[in-house]
């Protein structure tokens, strides 16, 4: 079993940064899958970024490629998502997601990929 919890969600303002954190009690392994989804109440949750536990893979949607950068400390069990040069759009309650052991060795960027799931941290961004 996995616990997820984020942290450092917040108010910024456009152009500017924030990092998240999430924290995970529970047995991580290299070929594991950690993510960051977000949601707002218009739009299903979408795909931001994955990682392979052991770090030698990363994807990012396309709409934060460039701006948003996803890592892991193993010995903290911990996933970072660092946020840079928000938009108003960014805005949404983002989630933090694991796979222990994922059927494929790439991480997955849909929704169905991930088994456990942290309670989200909100994420706004004003203009």
């Known amino acids: 079993q996995v616990q997820l919890v984020e942290s450092g969600g917040g108010l910024v303002q456009t152009g500017g940064s924030l990092r998240l954190a999430c924290v995970a009690s529970?047995?991580?392994?290299?070929?594991?899958?950690m993510a960051w989804f977000r949601q707002t109440p218009e739009k299903e949750r979408e795909f931001v970024a994955t990682i392979k536990w052991s770090g030698d893979y990363t994807n990012y949607a396309g709409s934060v490629r460039g701006r948003f950068t996803i890592s892991r400390d193993s010995a903290k069990n911990t996933v970072y998502l660092q946020m840079n040069n928000l938009r108003v759009e960014d805005t949404a309650v983002y989630y933090c997601?694991?796979?222990?052991?994922?059927?494929?060795?790439?991480?997955?960027?849909?929704?169905?990929?991930?088994?456990?799931w942290g309670q989200g941290t909100q994420v706004t961004v004003s203009s």
């Open positions: 529970g047995r991580l392994y290299s070929s594991s899958s």
């Open positions: 997601a694991a796979e222990t052991f994922p059927q494929y060795g790439t991480p997955g960027q849909l929704r169905d990929d991930y088994y456990y």
